[in-house]
């Protein structure tokens, strides 16, 4: 059987002339694209001196031993645990978390923080806290 001419012409310029092959070149484009723009948004929302990961299924801001006297302000909404740990943050004001979008907030680990005080709403509007860390502080009752 004889190939039409736009098939020909087509082979002849090197391009395939079945569309089967253009959903997974498009697929693939697709997925190189969206990939860059995750790194690039964790890259860019990371606050400075902090580290952002994915570990044990969560987004989780790495903040520890670092030398902050603050929690950051600018953490990703969307960050899922936050370890502040051997930090000096003497003080919990009230929605420490949660005035600053933190809302979403499963974890936080803040042992060895030279922590003495937190304000009985510091961890108001964190509806998804499961495991707080506060060892090895200055806290009494």
Not at 7 to 24: H, Y
Not at 73 to 93: M, Y
Request: charged share 15%; with cysteine.
């Amino acid at each position: 059987m004889a190939m039409p001419r736009t098939e020909q012409a087509c082979q002849a310029k090197g391009v395939s002339s079945t569309r089967r092959d253009l959903p997974a070149y498009f697929c693939i484009a697709i997925c190189i694209y969206i990939s860059h723009l995750v790194v690039g948004v964790a890259a860019a929302t990371c606050p400075r001196k902090c580290e952002c990961i994915w570990r044990d299924g969560k987004s989780v801001v790495d903040c520890s031993n670092q030398g902050l006297g603050s929690i950051p302000t600018d953490v990703d909404v969307s960050s899922q645990a936050l370890n502040i740990s051997g930090n000096h943050i003497p003080l919990f004001n009230e929605r420490q978390f949660s005035r600053f979008g933190m809302t979403n907030l499963q974890k936080i680990s803040a042992s060895n923080c030279g922590l003495g005080q937190i304000h009985r709403h510091a961890f108001q509007g964190l509806t998804n806290l499961v495991e707080l860390y506060l060892d090895n502080n200055n806290l009494a009752e």
